[in-house]
């Protein structure tokens, strides 16, 4: 199934938005995405879907904007937003499609030029056409997964307790790696509420420590790591990130009572034993 995007302020349907790469103030890409599923304490094998769409991170106070491809989609909107770190940019739809061929058939890359028009709707002299060559081709990226250990273990999570969060490393050695959490408003994560977590790692990293409280009692989450590697460079009109993500489930366990409260529950209950004892003794 397709996941909810927190990072576009619609919640549309789509993919978690990672941000992107440290780029100098002024930037315009093309995100690719290979999306999987985890389901189980197995790596998935297989995608599910391949996502493609378009992020501008200008400087002023851009409202809006388009993007003209050479796909027969033709122009894709750019609307405000926050990326997966909650910085504001503007961010279009995502594409989805079945397969990379179909996406590469909609949005070509291979030196294929995209036109970005970014929209000042409080000083129009301000707006701004920036074009950009997507020369990806492909990225030798492995399929994230949570571990077995890791995936068992945040079924029925502890909140209060701390949390390692490990996964397999991959086998790029350029590769960034993500991890992001949202928190869901049902069991299915159909829908998001707001950003719980969200850390990066150099390449190498096999694991994310996450503290005690980071997460509510009885909340369902989703978690998405990432291994991403950017093609082209930042702020020369060819930039484009290519990310594989794995997407998974959990729910944390529901609030255990305090020491304190088992005591007074205990207390009270022994009360009553006493009180119903002497009751019928009386009658």
């Not at 995209?114 to 701004?128: G, I, M, P, Q």
């Not at 529950?265 to 004892?277: E, N, Q, S």
């Given at each position: 199934?397709?996941?909810?995007?927190?990072?576009?302020?619609?919640?549309?349907?789509?993919?978690?938005?990672?941000?992107?790469?440290?780029?100098?103030?002024?930037?315009?890409?093309?995100?690719?995405?290979?999306?999987?599923?985890?389901?189980?304490?197995?790596?998935?094998?297989?995608?599910?879907?391949?996502?493609?769409?378009?992020?501008?991170?200008?400087?002023?106070?851009?409202?809006?904007g388009s993007v003209d491809s050479p796909s027969t989609l033709?122009?894709?909107?750019?609307?405000?937003?926050l990326d997966g770190g909650g910085n504001p940019d503007l961010?279009?739809?995502?594409?989805?499609?079945?397969?990379?061929?179909?996406?590469?058939?909609?949005?070509?890359?291979?030196?294929?030029?995209?036109?970005?028009?970014?929209?000042?709707?409080?000083?129009?002299?301000?707006?701004?056409?920036?074009?950009?060559?997507?020369?990806?081709?492909?990225?030798?990226?492995?399929?994230?997964?949570?571990?077995?250990?890791?995936?068992?273990?945040?079924?029925?999570?502890?909140?209060?307790?701390?949390?390692?969060?490990?996964?397999?490393?991959?086998?790029?050695?350029?590769?960034?790696?993500?991890?992001?959490?949202?928190?869901?408003?049902?069991?299915?994560?159909?829908?998001?509420?707001?950003?719980?977590?969200?850390?990066s790692a150099s390449p190498g990293n096999t694991s994310f420590?996450?503290?005690?409280?980071?997460?509510?009692?009885?909340?369902?989450?989703?978690?998405?790591?990432?291994?991403?590697?950017?093609?082209?460079?930042?702020?020369?009109?060819?930039?484009?990130?290519?990310?594989?993500?794995?997407?998974?489930?959990?729910?944390?366990?529901?609030?255990?009572?305090?020491?304190?409260?088992?005591?007074?529950?205990?207390?009270?209950?022994?009360?009553?034993?006493?009180?119903?004892?002497?009751?019928?003794?009386?009658?």
């Amino acid at each position: 199934m397709n996941f909810r995007t927190l990072a576009l302020c619609s919640l549309a349907a789509g993919t978690l938005v990672r941000p992107a790469a440290a780029t100098p103030l002024f930037s315009v890409d093309i995100q690719r995405t290979t999306l999987y599923n985890q389901t189980s304490g197995t790596a998935p094998a297989s995608p599910s879907n391949v996502a493609v769409f378009f992020e501008a991170d200008p400087p002023g106070d851009f409202t809006s904007g388009s993007v003209d491809s050479p796909s027969t989609l033709n122009v894709a909107q750019l609307s405000p937003g926050l990326d997966g770190g909650g910085n504001p940019d503007l961010l279009s739809m995502e594409f989805d499609f079945g397969s990379e061929s179909d996406a590469l058939a909609q949005f070509p890359n291979g030196g294929a030029t995209y036109t970005f028009h970014l929209v000042d709707s409080n000083n129009t002299a301000e707006n701004t056409d920036v074009s950009m060559q997507d020369i990806s081709t492909s990225a030798t990226l492995g399929t994230p997964a949570a571990t077995s250990t890791t995936w068992n273990g945040l079924q029925g999570l502890d909140p209060t307790t701390d949390f390692t969060f490990s996964y397999n490393a991959d086998t790029n050695p350029d590769a960034l790696d993500f991890l992001e959490i949202v928190q869901c408003s049902d069991p299915s994560c159909n829908n998001f509420v707001s950003l719980t977590y969200f850390n990066s790692a150099s390449p190498g990293n096999t694991s994310f420590d996450l503290p005690a409280d980071t997460f509510l009692p009885g909340t369902p989450y989703l978690a998405a790591l990432f291994f991403t590697a950017s093609t082209g460079v930042p702020n020369t009109g060819t930039l484009t990130e290519l990310s594989n993500e794995t997407n998974m489930t959990f729910e944390t366990m529901t609030s255990i009572p305090e020491p304190g409260t088992w005591l007074f529950l205990l207390t009270g209950l022994a009360g009553l034993a006493i009180w119903l004892r002497r009751a019928t003794r009386a009658d």
